[in-house]
C-alpha cells in the first residue's frame, strides 16, 4: 500500500517568510509524529499526535513552530518568520494503533536563504 | 541530548563481507529500533527489540540487545552494494516513559564496495 507521502519534497523560502510542509500519514494509522535531521545528524523529535490532538509537542523549538491534524489524518508543520537556522529535513512518520513501529515519509528539505 | 550513539561513525566493507555496527544508549528503554537511510532522506524500518528480548533476526539482519551494558548491534551478513546507507540506532523513553518519543543517534555510515 502506499506509504507516508510528503509535500514538498524541497522547499527553498527566505529568512522571515512563513512556511507549511504537509504530511500524508497511511491510512488508518492514527499515530502520526514529526521529527528535524539537520545534516549529519539523526532526527530529532519535535511533535507526536494521537487522533487530532497533540499530546506531546515538547521537542518544537520555540513558537514559531505549530503542527495541526485537524481531522486525525493529514497535519501540517507551519513555521514563522524563518530563520536560516531552520534549514534541515522536516520527517513526518506515522504508526497504526497497538504498534511502537514508526513508519518514515521521505521528508521535506527546507532551506531558508 | 543524544540517547543513543552509534560505533562507528564510517564503515568501509566489500560486498559479501559482514557488517557489525553498534549502539549505546544511556537510560532505560521499553524498545530499541534500528533504520537505515539513504542519501539523508526517508528512513527505513529494519528492526524492533524489546527490552525483553536478547536477539532477533530479519532475513540477513541480526541484532542483539545487552540491556545491562545499554548497548545494541546490527549485524548485516553478505552485504551488499545496494545496502551502503546510514544506519541509526532509535530508543524510546522506558521505565514507564513514552514508547512514542524516538531518540536517535548521529548514525554509521556504510559503505559496501562492488
Known amino acids: 500500500g502506499a506509504g507516508v507521502s510528503q509535500t514538498p519534497s524541497n522547499k527553498v523560502t527566505e529568512k522571515g517568510k512563513y512556511v507549511e510542509l504537509r504530511c500524508d500519514p497511511i491510512?488508518?494509522?492514527?499515530?502520526l509524529y514529526w521529527y528535524r535531521q539537520s545534516l549529519g545528524q539523526g532526527p530529532e523529535f519535535l511533535i507526536y499526535?494521537?487522533?487530532?490532538?497533540?499530546?506531546?509537542d515538547s521537542g518544537l523549538p520555540n513558537d514559531r513552530f505549530f503542527a495541526v491534524r485537524p481531522e486525525g489524518s493529514v497535519s501540517t508543520l507551519k513555521i514563522q518568520r524563518t530563520e536560516r537556522g531552520d534549514s534541515a529535513v522536516y520527517l513526518c512518520?506515522?504508526?497504526?494503533?497497538?504498534?511502537?513501529?514508526?513508519?518514515f515519509g521521505p521528508g521535506t528539505r527546507l532551506t531558508v536563504l | 541530548s543524544q540517547q543513543g550513539e552509534e560505533d562507528p561513525q564510517a564503515l568501509s566493507i566489500q560486498e559479501g563481507e559482514n557488517a557489525t555496527m553498534n549502539c549505546s544508549y544511556k537510560?532505560?528503554?521499553?524498545?530499541l529500533q534500528w533504520y537505515r537511510q539513504n542519501s539523508g532522506r526517508g528512513l527505513v524500518h529494519l528492526i524492533l527489540?524489546?527490552?525483553?528480548?536478547r536477539e532477533k533476526h530479519s532475513g540477513r539482519l541480526r541484532v542483539t540487545l545487552d540491556t545491562s551494558k545499554k548497548s545494541s548491534s546490527l549485524l548485516i551478513t553478505a552485504s551488499r552494494a545496494a545496502d551502503t546507507a546510514s544506519y541509526f540506532c532509535?530508543?524510546?523513553?522506558?521505565?514507564?516513559?513514552?514508547?512514542?518519543?524516538?531518540?536517535f543517534g548521529k548514525g554509521t555510515l556504510l559503505t559496501v564496495n562492488p
Open positions: 512518520a506515522s504508526s497504526p494503533p497497538v504498534s511502537d513501529t514508526q513508519y
Open positions: 491510512s488508518g494509522h492514527t499515530a
Open positions: 499526535f494521537q487522533g487530532t490532538g497533540a499530546a506531546d
Open positions: 537510560t532505560s528503554i521499553n524498545n
Open positions: 527489540i524489546r527490552s525483553n528480548e
Open positions: 532509535a530508543t524510546d523513553a522506558g521505565g514507564g516513559g513514552s514508547n512514542y518519543k524516538l531518540t
